[in-house]
Each structure stands twice: as structure tokens, then as C-alpha cells.
């Protein structure tokens, strides 16, 4: 059975931090694009970050620029978004999805993504 399961959501404080994992199983991440996602209550879903290993690419949604980072550890077969200084307005289910080849241009709607997990929630909050 092919799927993803993300973990490590929950509550943190403002400028405290988080990793998020999403682990793999049935197939392997490695060779799949990876994007994380996240929506809000009362908001659309939003494309934070997603990272190809066929190109090398990775992109971030400029919401997160430089606050979080997306990383692999192929052994694993488990992607991790690291998610520093956050704020209230981080506050949302995250979810990971994959798919193949590349991230595309569209990446941070979603389309083409083949396997979704059914999320973590994060809450920033003091």
C-alpha cells in the first residue's frame, strides 16, 4: 500500500520551532518530488515548499523564505520540513505529497501530486 504519513505537528510557542516528518512506505521518495502544504482554518490550501531530486530544485513559498527548510534522508525514506521562528499565522494542518519528476511550475497548487498524507496539525500559540 503506497502512502504518507506526516508527524511531529503540534503546539509551540511564537519564534519556537518544529521539524515535521513524512515518512514513505510502498514506494520510494527519492526518486519522487516532494511538496509540503499547509491549510489554515477558513483558507485555501497553500504550497510551502517543494524539492525534486531530478533537478535539484527546491522551492519555498516566500511565507516561509528563510524560516523553513525542506530536507531528505533517503535511508529513511523520509522527507522533513524544519520550521523555525514561526508565527501565529503558521497555524494550519500541514500535509506532504509526492509525485514525479520535477516540481513545475504550478507546484504550490498541488497539481499532479499523487499520493497526499492526511496532515499534522501545527499550532503557534502562546
Known amino acids: 500500500q503506497l502512502q504518507l504519513v506526516e508527524s511531529g505537528g503540534g503546539l509551540v510557542q511564537p519564534g519556537g520551532s518544529l521539524r515535521l516528518s513524512c515518512a514513505a512506505s510502498g514506494f520510494t521518495l527519492d526518486y519522487h518530488v516532494i511538496g509540503w502544504f499547509r491549510q489554515a482554518p477558513g483558507k485555501e490550501r497553500e504550497g510551502i515548499s517543494c524539492?525534486?531530486?531530478?533537478?535539484?530544485?527546491?522551492y519555498y513559498a516566500d511565507s516561509v523564505k528563510g524560516r523553513f527548510t525542506i530536507s531528505r534522508d533517503n535511508a529513511k525514506n523520509t522527507v522533513y520540513l524544519q520550521m523555525n521562528s514561526l508565527r501565529s499565522e503558521d497555524t494550519a494542518v500541514y500535509y506532504c505529497a509526492a509525485k514525479s519528476y520535477f516540481c513545475g511550475i504550478r507546484w504550490d497548487s498541488g497539481y499532479g501530486m499523487d499520493y497526499w498524507g492526511k496532515g499534522t496539525l501545527v499550532t503557534v500559540s502562546s
Open positions: 524539492t525534486s531530486s531530478s533537478d535539484g530544485t527546491t
